[in-house]
């Protein structure tokens, strides 16, 4: 093993909040900052080379190899792991940029009650009616202190999109559910898609609320506060999965890299896979990790901070054998608890007229928060929380689109027939869906697997998750929303159930894992405090998702964003000038 020359901050993974973070230290302090990355570089030139549908988006060029790592998955404790051989139920990036490279930029913000949802839930449903199982947690910190944090990643992001609630007065045209915003968008909505607008329509017919969903895929040209320019989207469609080649969708590579090469504290290392991070005495020292030619290192640093997504953040510090593995049979230790996926499922609408629904954008939808948290919910659902509903237009690309057809359109799905009827039905299909809030249950966690390894022989991270009822009742009620909305769109609704019973590596759902570090207000419950400093090595900071005590129902990276500047300030402007416990 090579020793390194010492570093002030060893920041693991360099995708939305390692660059983050990198920038924050690097653009305000003189301290040295080092991004150790396993994947390779990446800039905006790349994605001009050419947007190959099959290379990107069915070959997931710009995902993690799953021969070098997995995750093995089962549904309960009393079943055998095996390991995920082929990606679907989520994505997850490697390289410069991470999976923000290839995300599709939807950048809402969580409502107000999520992050005191255990105080909320017990305060309007009493503890005694609340499930057994569940795990929700408040956050030790508020949407109000997160505020200014949110609007910094807006500005950064350039977030399209129009306020429904500003400093509390309700705005024509946004969210009236949403938390109070202090400023309105830094740019305004993107231009709304044919499907998005019958779905507007019809929402608004049956008295609900539709709004533009927030947007990093620009709705025109915009320079950021670190002076970055960016231009509008040209609703290539090539957006979920792909980079974007001109730069409209912000990506870490198109907003923070750019300036980090400007600072001469700052140094990235592709390539290099981290395995360990070294510890002694309570303190980190370093990591150790493996080059591009197999070489391994160790790199000491004073400050590690560990920003490589949730699966590598929980399996990382599993390997390193740092804090206590959660049990769930005792409820004891809290490494891996809290694990949360997001409740999706989607509704299909066939037209009798074509939606020229090639032309999109990652973040094209039009959405209602009408059923979001517990807005609009009697209780005689079954179901605590709900989440938002949307017609989408991603852009539909010849290769994923071909082949949508209605059930009994075609015997088999190969053959002239069905040839025949995906040219009939190309480009008449769209959907309604659900970005619905899973809560957090004891049942579900994250540990290391003890029959799997990676590459490089160590165990895998597993796993253990399933939906409940409360999910299923959720997806169901989705639907009955759908069926209703889609005769006022001129639409048939797919009568066929979503998807749900039990939870499934196969379909995709959406790269939005969380927990397994959480953070909250005791040592005894959570991973990290407030601050998203580790409890029990003040030196040790642990970023992204992975400190979720539950999700949302919005995809999860502005929070994850907000929640990077909010540790930043606390690192930077205390912790760096007193390196001590700041709880
Ligand atoms: C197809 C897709 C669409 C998405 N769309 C949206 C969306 O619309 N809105 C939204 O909010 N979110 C979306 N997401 C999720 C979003 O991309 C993530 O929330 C976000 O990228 C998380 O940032 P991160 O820094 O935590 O992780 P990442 O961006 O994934 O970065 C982590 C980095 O750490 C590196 N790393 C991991 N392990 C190691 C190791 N051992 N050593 C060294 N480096 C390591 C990885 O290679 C990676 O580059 C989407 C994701 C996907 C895949
Ligand atoms: S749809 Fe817009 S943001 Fe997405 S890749 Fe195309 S131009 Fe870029």
Not at 103 to 110: H, L, V
Request: some cysteine; aromatic content about 10%.
């Amino acid at each position: 093993m090579t020793n390194l020359k010492p570093v002030d901050v060893a920041i693991i993974g360099g995708g939305w909040t390692g660059l983050a973070m990198a920038k924050e230290i690097a653009s305000r302090t003189s301290h040295s900052v080092l991004v150790v990355e396993r994947g390779g570089p990446r800039k905006t030139a790349d994605y001009a080379m050419g947007m190959d549908e099959l290379d990107y988006a069915v070959r997931l060029k710009l995902m993690q190899n799953i021969a070098d790592d997995t995750v093995t998955h089962r549904h309960s404790l009393s079943d055998t792991a095996v390991p995920v051989r082929q990606y679907g139920s989520f994505l997850p990036g490697t390289g410069v940029g991470g999976a923000g490279e290839h995300w599709n930029g939807r950048a809402i913000r969580f409502l107000p009650d999520v992050f005191v949802l255990a105080t909320h839930l017990k305060e309007k449903y009493g503890a005694g009616r609340l499930p057994a199982d569940l795990a929700v947690a408040d956050w030790g910190v508020t949407y109000d202190e997160l505020e200014p944090h949110y609007w910094y990643a807006e500005r950064m992001l350039g977030v399209s999109g129009k306020a429904g609630n500003l400093r509390g007065k309700t705005m024509e045209g946004g969210n009236p559910f949403e938390g109070v915003r202090k400023n309105e968008y830094p740019t305004p909505p993107l231009k709304t898609s044919y499907l998005g607008s019958l779905f507007e329509q019809a929402s608004k017919k049956l008295g609900y609320h539709p709004f533009p969903c927030p947007a990093s895929n620009l709705s025109e040209t915009y320079k950021n506060p670190d002076g970055i320019v960016r231009p509008a989207c040209a609703y290539c469609g090539f957006c979920e999965r792909f980079g974007c080649m001109i730069g409209a969708k912000a990506q870490p590579s198109n907003t923070l890299l750019p300036v980090l090469e400007r600072h001469k504290n700052f140094e990235l290392r592709t390539g290099a896979w981290v395995r360990r991070i070294v510890h002694k005495d309570g303190r980190a020292t370093g990591i150790q990790y493996i080059g591009a030619n197999g070489e391994e290192f160790f790199q000491p640093a004073e400050t590690v901070i560990l920003a490589s997504f949730t699966l590598s953040n929980v399996r990382l510090l599993h390997l390193s054998k740092i804090g206590t593995s959660y049990d769930p049979a005792t409820g004891k230790g809290t490494l891996g608890r809290n694990l949360t996926h997001q409740v999706t499922g989607n509704t299909r609408l066939f037209f009798d007229k074509p939606l020229n629904a090639f032309m999109g954008t990652g973040s094209l939808d039009m959405r209602i928060a009408d059923f979001d948290g517990d807005h609009g919910l009697t209780g005689s659902e079954g179901i605590l929380r709900l989440g938002t509903i949307a017609a989408s237009t991603p852009g539909n690309r010849p290769i994923a689109s071909f082949g949508d057809i209605p059930q009994g359109a075609a015997k088999s799905n190969w053959g002239p027939e069905w040839k025949k009827a995906s040219l009939e039905w190309r480009d008449r299909v769209g959907g309604i869906g659900l970005s619905g809030e899973h809560l957090a249950y004891r049942q579900n966690f994250l540990d290391l697997d003890p029959d799997y390894t990676d590459r490089f022989g160590d165990p895998l991270l597993r796993f253990t998750l399933d939906w409940t009822d409360h999910e299923n009742k959720q997806r169901d009620f989705a639907a009955r929303l759908a069926a209703k909305l889609a005769p006022e769109m001129g639409a048939k609704a797919d009568p066929a159930r979503p998807s749900g019973g039990r939870y499934n590596v196969i379909n995709y759902q959406g790269t939005h894992i969380q927990g397994g570090t959480m953070m909250g207000k005791s040592p005894a419950t959570s991973v990290v405090n407030r601050n998203l400093q580790h409890w029990d090595m003040p030196n040790l900071w642990v970023i992204g998702a992975s400190a979720f005590p539950h999700t949302a129902a919005p995809n999860p990276t502005l929070t994850v964003l907000a929640l990077t500047y909010w540790a930043a300030d606390a690192l930077i402007d205390r912790y760096l000038k007193h390196p001590e416990k700041l709880v």
